[in-house]
Nanobody, 124 residues
Framework: QVQLVESGGGLVQAGASLRLSCAASGRTFSGYAMGWFRQAPGKEREFVAAISLGGGITYYADSVKGRFSISRDNAKNTVYLQMNSLNHEDTAVYYC?????????????????WGKGTLVTVSS
């Protein structure tokens, strides 16, 4: 079992930056690929970013490429999502996710572990 706790969400103005953190506990953190999904009101949960077990490979949704950056610190059992140049369309609940296979992160279906989410609101 892996427990995931997100933090760092909040209300910001368009153009601002935020850094989300996700602290993991339970099974060996380095044994899991990590990622972020988001869900806006009335929309389906969508992929944002993912990072491989060792951190050497990252993937991003086209909508955030060049603005968001995912990283992980296996010594701290934490994954981060640095979000820059935020806009209103980034408003959503952001969920941290863990799965043994980074290839599963293209869809929320089948992801093994989820956090409870942190709300990011971007005012225009």
């Amino acid at each position: 079992q892996v427990q995931l706790v997100e933090s760092g969400g909040g209300l910001v103005q368009a153009g601002a930056s935020l850094r989300l953190s996700c602290a993991a506990s339970g099974r060996t953190f380095s044994g899991y690929a990590m990622g972020w999904f988001r869900q806006a009101p009335g929309k389906e949960r969508e992929f944002v970013a993912a990072i491989s077990l060792g951190g050497g490979i990252t993937y991003y949704a086209d909508s955030v490429k060049g603005r968001f950056s995912i990283s992980r610190d296996n010594a701290k059992n934490t994954v981060y999502l640095q979000m820059n140049s935020l806009n209103h369309e980034d408003t959503a609940v952001y969920y941290c996710a863990a799965d043994p296979s980074v290839g599963r992160f293209t869809t929320p279906n089948g992801i093994r572990y989820w956090g409870k989410g942190t709300l990011v609101t971007v005012s225009s």
